[in-house]
């Protein structure tokens, strides 16, 4: 079942007042979703308040004052949702808190360039609230799989965003992380806002970035077989590069090797051999 945005303005700073009564120790929270723009009125509602912390102990702090207070986990998550993969989700009637620690989706960090660009918005007690730059609430919500992030996207994109910036952030988190399926997911919703008339120039640059993703995992794909079957002795660290280049062509392997090795997932061996170094 669809929830409604029943969380504007008012609302939401009642919501974190009630918070700030519940803890105990300084917490310094960040938004980064509907919630951020409710307060800059950059929408009326949202549903729920997105927000992300970088320390843990912050986390337990919250998990154990909204708990305390009557605040429980959804009993029907949408898959949308899930598939966010937040530390938790509480809910207390229409309240709810959707938190993130570091990371969200599995594939985006709260990044120390994202925290200095935040916005200091208010302090409530021991409560500190932030949020992150309308830039960087694009990124999290070009990752997310629900309908209603287009929309943000579209508020976000009539505001105003810096698109060299969005690209440089990208390029760190990709350092950061050691994995590239955010890519994707971009690429799929600048699609879609494409469709509704909104275009970007950074979308070159993600359908760039794409390619080489595409090229990694068949170059990925190819030395994890070659290393299953052909190459599962001593007699090499890992795969041949000629091997590669033969299975997969040579632009290709060129391509996706360099990609690999920008985002950590492959090296050479002493041998000359490539060798995956597969990230959890």
């Not at 200091?120 to 992150?132: I, Q």
């Not at 508020?155 to 994995?179: M, Y």
Request: hydrophobic fraction near 40%; charge should be negative; aromatic fraction near 8%.
């Amino acid at each position: 079942m669809t929830r409604e945005s029943t969380l504007e303005y008012t609302a939401i700073r009642e919501q974190f007042h009630e918070l700030a009564n519940l803890i105990n120790e300084p917490i310094t929270v960040y938004l980064i979703g509907g919630g951020a723009l409710t307060l800059q009125e950059l929408k009326n509602a949202t549903k729920d308040i997105d927000l992300i912390v970088r320390e843990e102990y912050e986390l337990k702090q919250l998990w154990a004052a909204l708990t305390t207070a009557g605040y429980e986990p959804p009993e029907d998550l949408e898959q949308e949702y899930d598939e966010l993969d937040a530390a938790f989700i509480l809910e207390n009637g229409k309240r709810r808190f959707d938190v993130f620690h570091r990371q969200v989706a599995g594939v985006l960090m709260l990044s120390d360039d994202m925290e200095a660009r935040s916005q200091h918005l208010f302090e409530d007690g021991p409560l500190t609230v932030r949020m992150v730059s309308l830039d960087d609430i694009f990124l999290f919500k070009s990752v997310a799989n629900r309908d209603d992030d287009v929309d943000d996207m579209v508020v976000l994109a009539q505001a105003g965003i810096d698109e060299e910036l969005i690209v440089q952030e990208v390029h760190t988190q990709l350092s950061l992380i050691g994995r590239d399926e955010f890519v994707g997911a971009m690429k799929h919703k600048l699609a879609r806002l494409k469709e509704q008339g909104y275009s970007f120039d950074i979308q070159d640059e993600i359908e760039r970035l794409h390619s080489r993703t595409v090229d990694g995992e068949r170059v990925a794909q190819c030395i994890r077989l070659l290393s299953e079957t052909e190459y599962d002795d001593d007699l090499y660290e890992g795969v041949p590069e000629r091997t590669v280049e033969s299975r997969v062509g040579e632009e290709t392997a060129t391509s996706g090797i360099k990609w690999l090795q920008q985002i950590g997932l492959v090296r050479y061996g002493e041998d000359g051999s490539l060798v995956l170094q597969e990230k959890i």
